[in-house]
Structures are given as C-alpha cells and as structure tokens.
C-alpha cells in the first residue's frame, strides 16, 4: 500500500506510519518538520516529507511527488492537529481561526488534494482522526470540540458523495491519549490572566483533562485501529477505540441532552 500521512512526526501519526510500515507498506510521512527515513525486510519504508496542510501548494507538490514516484496513492490518515484552551469569552478571533485552520481546514485541504488521485483510481481510503470530543462539548476547550465536530460530519457527508468512486471514509474518535498533543496544547492569551472570571475553573478543568491524558490509552493502541480499518475490504464509518468510550458513546444515545451536560460539567 502507498500510504500518506500527516502529522506523523510523532504521537498517533508516528505510530500509524511505523505500524503500516512493518506490514510492508510505504507511507509517505508528513509534517512540518521532516523525519527519519526507515526500511524493513519485507519492503516497507517511511519516506518523510516537509508539509504544512494549510499550504495548498505543500499539500500538492507531496501528492505530485508521491504519483511520479509510486504511480498512484491508495490511503491517506489525516492526523495533523492541534489543542487550545480557554473560555469562549476570553477566545480571541484569531485564536479560533487558529484552532480550526489545522484540525479542520487543513484536514479538509489535505482530503481535497486526495479526491482526484482516488477518483482517476476508482479507489481510495480516507481516515481523519476526530476525538470523543466532538460528541462530548468540553468547557474551556469548545474550539477544540467544534473543529473536532466540524471534521466527523464533513467526513460522513463526503462518504456519500464520493462513495460512487469507490472512495471509503473513516473517522477515528480518540479518547484521553498518552501523547505530546498533552504538553503542546495552547492556551488562549486572555485565558492567563489570573484575572478572568473563568481562571479558576479552567487550570481546575485542563489539570484534569491532562492528568486523564497522561494516564490514556497509548498512541499505539489508536494507530492500530486505524491500520486494522485500512487492511479491511470495508472500513466501519466511525470508529471508537477502547471498550471505556464505546460505552460512553453508547451513553450518550440514551442519556438526556441536560444530563449530558451536568456530567461532563461535573467532571471538568
């Protein structure tokens, strides 16, 4: 399998690509920074590659390298993202513009750059990794949810679209993950001021969103769900790892909406 994949200069991309890698496959890595070509016996390989999906021209150039190289593409993980914290009030415009240019518009881009390589194919498998955050509203991080949200439907909308083509689409909801996205994560500038009305709240909010992702599920473990989706003849839709949010997402069809959300107030 010819695989991209962005985000994989750690974390759940890193992870994915070495796991493809060791089946045999060639994953093209994508991230801002490069990486480490590898190589295994049995064929597969990490060729790293310099990109920044909210650069259109990025984006196109890999595709291009990646078609003149292997002669088609079969599979992309769109992984890149990123966090930011603070309450609504104290978010600035560009602030959300930030939040969402990677974790949607640039998952949105990489996604479009793909579409014509799988059509001219007639085959092609799409993952973007969203997060039990998008079903789940978490205070102080609603910029995060939303884009989180905004990438699961965009993804389930274009699964009809380009079903016709043969294109599948996956969208892999992680839960609290053991990862570097932890200590990455921005924090609105206003939201610092120990003088907001929210301060409290939310270094008691985050405190416990990170020492829950301190203490998550391993980037390996959600790397294999995905490779698992892309060595299936048909990829599930929507895919929860671990048997703990299975079961908070089988909660949430059955709790009440208000319910909801004095639980998850409670816990954050």
């Given at each position: 399998?010819i695989?991209l994949?962005?985000?994989?200069?750690?974390?759940?991309?890193l992870?994915?690509a070495?796991?493809l890698m060791r089946k045999?496959a060639?994953?093209?890595?994508?991230?801002?920074s490069g990486g480490?070509?590898?190589?295994?016996?049995?064929?597969?390989?990490?060729?790293?590659?310099?990109?920044d999906v909210n650069?259109t021209e990025?984006?196109?150039?890999?595709i291009?390298r990646?078609c003149?190289?292997q002669?088609r593409l079969?599979a992309v993980?769109c992984?890149?993202?990123?966090g930011?914290a603070g309450?609504?009030?104290?978010?600035?415009?560009e602030e959300?513009?930030?939040?969402?240019?990677t974790n949607?518009?640039?998952t949105?881009k990489?996604?479009?750059?793909?579409?014509p390589?799988?059509r001219?194919?007639?085959?092609?498998?799409?993952?973007v990794?969203?997060s039990?955050?998008?079903?789940?509203?978490?205070?102080?991080q609603?910029?995060?949810s939303a884009?989180k949200?905004a990438?699961l439907l965009s993804?389930q909308?274009?699964?009809?679209?380009?079903k016709?083509?043969?294109?599948?689409?996956c969208?892999?909801?992680p839960?609290d993950?053991?990862?570097?996205?932890t200590?990455?994560?921005?924090?609105?500038a206003?939201?610092q001021?120990t003088?907001s009305p929210?301060?409290?709240?939310?270094t008691?909010?985050?405190?416990?969103?990170e020492?829950?992702?301190r203490?998550g599920?391993?980037a390996a473990?959600?790397?294999?769900?995905?490779?698992?989706?892309?060595?299936?003849r048909r990829?599930?839709?929507?895919?929860v790892?671990?048997?703990?949010?299975k079961?908070?997402?089988?909660?949430?069809r059955i709790?009440?909406?208000?319910?909801k959300?004095?639980?998850?107030?409670?816990m954050y």
């Amino acid at each position: 399998m010819i695989i991209l994949v962005t985000g994989a200069s750690s974390g759940i991309g890193l992870e994915a690509a070495k796991q493809l890698m060791r089946k045999g496959a060639c994953v093209y890595a994508a991230s801002r920074s490069g990486g480490e070509a590898s190589t295994t016996d049995n064929g597969g390989e990490i060729i790293p590659v310099k990109m920044d999906v909210n650069r259109t021209e990025d984006l196109q150039a890999v595709i291009n390298r990646i078609c003149n190289e292997q002669g088609r593409l079969d599979a992309v993980i769109c992984n890149a993202g990123n966090g930011l914290a603070g309450a609504v009030e104290d978010t600035s415009e560009e602030e959300i513009r930030y939040q969402m240019e990677t974790n949607f518009f640039g998952t949105m881009k990489t996604i479009q750059a793909c579409l014509p390589v799988f059509r001219q194919q007639r085959r092609g498998k799409i993952i973007v990794t969203s997060s039990i955050a998008a079903l789940v509203p978490i205070p102080y991080q609603a910029f995060y949810s939303a884009s989180k949200a905004a990438a699961l439907l965009s993804l389930q909308a274009l699964s009809m679209e380009v079903k016709p083509f043969g294109i599948q689409c996956c969208t892999v909801l992680p839960g609290d993950t053991r990862t570097g996205f932890t200590s990455a994560r921005r924090f609105a500038a206003q939201s610092q001021d120990t003088a907001s009305p929210y301060s409290t709240r939310l270094t008691k909010s985050i405190g416990k969103m990170e020492r829950d992702e301190r203490n998550g599920m391993s980037a390996a473990f959600i790397a294999r769900a995905m490779v698992r989706q892309l060595t299936r003849r048909r990829m599930k839709p929507v895919v929860v790892p671990g048997l703990q949010y299975k079961l908070i997402c089988l909660a949430l069809r059955i709790v009440p909406n208000r319910l909801k959300l004095w639980i998850v107030g409670r816990m954050y």
